[in-house]
């Protein structure tokens, strides 16, 4: 849920477009080193773990040989390169983290297979049958199969929120790979009623958690945990972590493997809860290790809410429905420099808490009046995979974690970490900055060039991914599909709102505070009109929208961004407490109004929109990690 990926596709960090790519589709084939190794390792896990994962079909590829060869030119498909083999980061660690990282690395590779099955079914197979083809000469699987890697799935949205399916007839679902593939919103909620009416309580918590595959049971459904589904791949998983924690130099980091590997060995959420607690804690490791678990892509477990019947019933059952995560793995060095600028601003917290609108109607994360149970670093990437390694539209910028849904907040009083990925914003070439300059000259006021500050963007992310922490800490899953989005939009408007008080606090100076404000509004603007499903992109419309029917920016016929810095923060906190209304009332249609009434995608917008697509031709995205391929090989 606390997902700040690049900032809707035009922040500084997407348009490093080709900042590490070669010139040619057949060169960027032959570089894509993290691609094809853990491709490789993935593949003989999948022959020793899973063999009954197999092409069974053959496929019709979907997209043109003209199609591909733009997509996978250099001009199109950006890449973040993560940490390089000879990184200072890497080459100072004590010989045992050295060590480590391998094992870490193994790990992570895993939540590439198994999130790639809970994305759709199709992807495994898929895979196999474009490296068949490949073996075979065929020019446009080769092809095909870079968009796959980097978007690691058949079917994704690119940059202007068009759905790119790789193979003639597979589309993406609602339920993603979780739920059957032909199972449609009326009948699962007709199923569920039914099932609620014949007393099997148990069996639809377990469908509607957020950590299980849903499968058909002659004319009911039945519920399959992710350990249970997947034992194998976590067995291997929690091997691996247990190897770390043998030769891992920090013993908080061991502790927490080991809790982490036992979680993976055995389907009860309170292991997971404990290795969670314990996560949140870790503060001064030398290496970063993660689990992330996410709840965004799943558009069918909370559509529940939207039936009255349905909804009694669960009500009458103290059902709370989730949505269902999505895995994913992150590898990391931590950096300690960028660590101790991002602590600056935990003193700062109570202060903020403190500051929230209403609040004396909720309980937050943070409290005014005590420490604050939240950690934060600053990562050097050295793996990103499965659900965070996905390329799709943007890629994570940050997270905060464990979300208010997970058993650690909300039986353990467990606290919350932020981790921040330097590779993913880090802006490292001439040709990147002047691609950032083309972009402002094309949409924003000339006078207003002197304030927008990259660094800036960085710490509005941190101002984002701490406003996470603030406002109501539950009761906002009546919300339903508008749920992620009204909470991104949250935590948006706290890090804009709290500007003041953090100025006059002294976290920040007057100059800094422009360059936020401006490099926030800047970055804002978009290439397209997202879909509904993109909650971080659609809140940055319902801002755009609102603050120009406040009159905190203009956007003139011509496309051009003006930028009232003195209303800015005002209108933040008039929207924050719009929000934090909304939350509060729990209420499906009041959620849907609010969405709906902001979500106005107007003319000028379009037009700014053109401007950037002139100067930016990025569709997609991958990754690159030739550290990970150099400890694959050893």
Known sequence: MNINPINNFNSVNFQNSGENSKNSPASQNQTRGQSEKLMKELDKMSMINNPHISNSKNYELNLSME??????????????KMLAVDSPEYNELAEGDKEALKHLVKAAVVLDKVNMQLDNPNNLPFKEYLESEITKGNKQAELTKILFDAQKGVCSLDRESNMIELAKGIHERPGKGIYPQDLEKEEFHNILIK??????TEEVKKILNQRSVVERDGDELKAVDYVDKFKEDFNYMASELEKVAEVSTNEDFNEFLRLQAKALRAPDPMLDAYADKKWATLQDTPLEFTITRENYSDELTETVVENPELKALLDNAGIVPVAKDFLGGRVGIVNKKGTDAILKVKSYLPLMADNMPF??????????DKESKQTMIDADLVAVTGDVGEFRAGITLAENLPNDDKLSVQLLDGGRRNVYHRQIRLITSDDAREKLQKRLNAILNKDLHKYYNDEADHWFTVGHENGHSLGPKSGTEGLGKYKSIIEENKADMISLAMLDVLTEAGMYTPEQRREIIVTYAADNMMTSKPTMSQAHRVRSVMQNYFFIKEGAITISPEGILDINIDKMVPTARKMLEEIIEVQLSGDFARGEKYVNDYFVWTPEMETMAENIKKVSKTLNGRVESPLVDKLLAE
């Not at 199609?67 to 973040?80: Q, S």
């Not at 099932?195 to 099997?200: A, D, N, Q, W």
């Not at 609040?359 to 005014?368: M, V």
């Open 67 to 80: 199609e591909l060869e733009k997509r996978t030119h250099k001009d199109y498909l950006t890449t973040k």
């Open 195 to 200: 099932m609620l009416k014949e007393g099997k």
């Open 359 to 368: 609040k004396d109607k909720y309980e937050q994360n943070i409290s005014p």
